[in-house]
């Protein structure tokens, strides 16, 4: 399978006009981060960030994590848990990290906090290596 980055993700892609337009940053050698600030573009109930855009961005720290250094993946599995509702025009720090770089998987895991440290949302995930 051909991979094809034509900066249309939605999450990352800077000419997806639709897209959340994130940037990423490798820190140390297995994390990364990124944050988000919500509009109510992003809501569920009222003032309240939709739990599904709060997911995608969790699975994309995980996938950015490997692909900002070479590791080409794809998500195989992913388990979110939903700690507490993240608010609109509060802005959340994701971060993610590699757990174990096998030979055909990448264990990950990643988490949305407040500015204030308080944890909102935490996945894990299995990511599988592809041919360049």
């Known amino acids: 399978m051909e991979l094809v ?5 939605f999450v990352c892609g800077k000419k ?5 337009h994130l940037d990423f940053e490798l820190v140390g050698q297995t994390q990364v981060r990124t944050s988000f600030l919500p509009t109510p573009a992003f809501q569920g109930f009222r003032d ?8 995608t961005i969790l699975d994309e720290v995980m996938v950015n ?12 599995k992913l388990e979110v848990r939903l700690r507490r509702p993240a608010r609109v025009g509060e802005r959340l720090h994701f971060a993610g990290r590699i757990l174990r ?12 906090a407040t500015a204030e440290g308080v944890v909102v949302a935490e996945a894990r995930g299995v990511l599988v290596k592809v041919e360049s």
């Open 101 to 112: 770089d096998g030979r055909r998987t990448v264990e990950v895991e990643s988490q949305a």
């Open 5 to 9: 980055d034509d900066q249309m993700c």
């Open 65 to 76: 994590g490997c692909w900002l250094r070479g590791v080409r993946v794809v998500t195989g």
């Open 48 to 55: 309240i960030v939709h739990g599904g855009i709060i997911a």
């Open 16 to 20: 997806n006009p639709a897209g959340l």
